[in-house]
Nanobody, 121 residues
Framework: HVQLVESGGGSALAGGSVRLSCAVS????????MGWYRQAPGKERELVSI???????TYADSVKGRFTFSQDNVKNTLYLQMNSLKTQDTGVYYC????????????????WGQGTQVTVS
């Protein structure tokens, strides 16, 4: 049974920082892609950052240079360090882990956490 539980959301001022955590259980770390998505009010969910099974990390252009995705394979925890926050970073942030079908990782087919709200003002 795969579980992803986010924590660390809240309110921050523009220019400030927030660190999100995601505790993962029941999933083989780095077997497939793992990452963070967000959904702003009235918008579709979008990819923020993802690390593929080969260790390559990519970021959305809107967060490059400000956000850092990391993971602790001992603690089975993902992190998203968000610096230089902007009001447009407001949204619900979800951690995700890709599912595998017939032994192949399927990008976009994810296990999801429940989400954590980040509000930047």
């Amino acid at each position: 049974h795969v579980q992803l539980v986010e924590s660390g959301g809240g309110s921050a001022l523009a220019g400030g920082s927030v660190r999100l955590s995601c505790a993962v259980s029941g999933y083989i770390f780095s077997s497939c892609g793992m990452g963070w998505y967000r959904q702003a009010p009235g918008k579709e969910r979008e990819l923020v950052s993802i690390t593929s099974s080969d260790g390559t990390t990519t970021y959305a252009d809107s967060v490059k240079g400000r956000f850092t995705f990391s993971q602790d394979n001992v603690k089975n925890t993902l992190y998203l360090q968000m610096n230089s926050l902007k009001t447009q970073d407001t949204g619900v942030y979800y951690c995700a882990a890709e599912k595998a079908v017939d032994g192949r990782c399927v990008h976009g087919l994810n296990y999801w956490g429940q989400g954590t709200q980040v509000t930047v003002s």
